[in-house]
């Protein structure tokens, strides 16, 4: 059974840093991509940052490019997303999601909450 | 960068009847287009991909249809259950992999 399971939300000043992680198990990691997605409260979906299976390739939204860190360990099956320089407009639930045979995303984290706040 | 409209925003409707999601591309996505279904205080579940193919146990009263830039979502008969809010989204033209901004089914 897949299982995503995020960890490293909470309170953070503006301008401070965050990192995130995804632990994963069920599947057999280092064979799949990966997403961070972000939800504002009350708001809709955000997708974040991509990252490939094995590493080799990292994408970002225009809105966090140069102030987020998308990067992988396969020998721990784990995700992870570095946050630095965070806004108040960061504040989001955080969810990682695991891409399916196509492109959609089969499996979501339960996700953790980031705020951003003074 | 594609932009998804979803429509409509909100959609009462009454348990057992048939409920339509509308979703609109920018421009093509070809068949690449996923529905998920969000509840309060969850994480978004897959329920279509490949515009109409159901993921692994979802029942057969969600069905999806379209291509190009107009896809449908269709709830046969809604049960308590499937009162959610449904996203629609591409990942045909990527980055950046792209949502609607969701449509809310709610008791009428």
């Known amino acids: 059974q897949v299982h995503l399971v995020e960890s490293g939300g909470g309170v953070v000043q503006p301008g401070g840093s965050l990192r995130l992680s995804c632990a994963a198990s069920g599947f057999i990691f280092s064979g799949y991509d990966l997403h961070w997605v972000r939800q504002a409260p009350g708001k809709g979906l955000e997708w974040v940052a991509f990252?490939?299976?094995?590493?080799?390739?990292?994408y970002y939204a225009d809105s966090v490019k140069g102030r987020f860190t998308i990067s992988r360990d396969n020998s721990k099956n784990t995700l992870y997303l570095q946050m630095n320089s965070l806004r108040a407009e960061d504040t989001a639930v955080y969810f990682c999601?695991?891409?399916?045979?196509?492109?959609?995303?089969?499996?979501w984290g339960q996700g953790t909450l980031v705020t951003v706040s003074s | 960068e594609i932009v998804m409209t979803q429509s409509p925003a909100i959609l009462s409707v009454s348990p057992g009847e048939r409920a339509t999601l509308s979703c609109r591309a920018s421009?093509?996505?070809?068949?690449?287009l996923a529905w998920y279904q969000q509840k309060p205080g969850q994480a978004p579940r897959l329920l279509i991909y490949d515009t109409s193919t159901r993921a692994t146990g979802i029942p057969a009263r969600f069905s999806g249809s379209g291509s190009g830039t107009e896809f449908t979502l269709t709830i046969s008969s809604l049960q308590s259950e499937d009162f959610a809010v449904y996203y629609c989204q591409q990942y045909n033209n990527w980055p950046p992999w792209t949502f609607g901004q969701g449509t809310k089914v709610e008791i009428k």
């Open positions: 999601a695991k891409r399916g045979g196509s492109y959609s995303w089969d499996y």
């Open positions: 990252i490939r299976y094995d590493g080799s390739s990292k």
């Open positions: 421009q093509s996505v070809s068949n690449n």
